[in-house]
């Protein structure tokens, strides 16, 4: 059965602490994996990833996925209290429309 | 509109009684998609519309739940004899073409069955 694994389930810290979100997965005939960031209701979308060792970044974030390993990171650098959110971790596989969630990181920055 | 929005974005319903959710994805999109988000849980793929056409349906969990896409434009997601197990945010995605393309997610309607 398709799953995906998400840790810790929860995280405090301080502003500007660096913070690394794990995701690992098992899922047959891998084709993509997602990042969301959830504040409220609206999952909104951070990365996709397709191959092994290529670094995304958008600012502060950034995501890399290690197909052999069957796992994701997610890192945030000098974090800030907007960055308190909930993160999806999802992946797709090859002949499917649908992604598979985990349970999320619920992240919570403190000033 | 400049994203995929649901309405209503909550319904408190009784048990035993029919809702019906609508999402109105962004403009262009071919592809649309129901998710069901528990609390604490992530999304949980309900069905895919391709066009008018239901492309994957296997996530609906029993024949209470249908959703229909007549225009190939708005969805509605249809729940008959709701139950207390119902309540849930209940996702709208849409994605340019196939699900190959990024799914941007709607803000949800949030159901609550008393």
């Known amino acids: 059965e398709d799953k995906v694994v998400q840790s810790p389930l929860s995280l405090v810290v301080h502003e500007g602490d660096t913070v690394t979100l794990n995701c690992s997965y098992e899922?047959?005939?891998?084709?993509?994996l997602l990042w969301y960031k959830q504040e409220k209701k609206a999952p909104t979308f951070l990365f996709m990833l397709?191959?092994?060792?290529i670094e995304k970044k958008s600012g502060r974030l950034s995501s890399i996925l290690d197909k052999k390993e069957l796992f994701s990171i997610l890192n945030i650098t000098a974090t800030q209290t907007g960055d308190s959110a909930i993160y999806l971790c999802a992946v797709e596989a090859q002949g499917t429309d649908k992604l598979i969630f985990g349970t999320g990181t619920r992240l919570q920055v403190f000033p | 509109g400049a994203g995929v929005s649901q309405t209503p974005s909550n319904k408190v319903t009784e048990k035993g009684k029919y809702v019906e959710l609508r999402c109105d994805p962004i403009?262009?999109?071919?592809?649309l998609y129901w998710y069901r988000q528990s609390l604490g849980q992530g999304p949980e793929f309900l069905i895919y519309f391709q066009g008018t056409g239901a492309a994957d349906d296997s996530g609906l969990p029993n024949d209470r739940f249908f959703a229909v896409r007549p225009e190939g434009s708005v969805s509605t997601l249809k729940i008959q004899r709701t139950e207390r197990g119902d309540s849930a945010v209940y996702l709208c995605?849409?994605?340019?073409?196939?699900?190959?393309?990024?799914?941007?997610f709607g803000p949800g309607t949030r159901l609550t069955v008393l």
């Open positions: 899922v047959t005939n891998f084709r993509s």
């Open positions: 397709t191959s092994s060792g």
């Open positions: 403009s262009g999109h071919t592809a």
């Open positions: 995605a849409s994605s340019l073409t196939t699900s190959t393309d990024t799914q941007y």
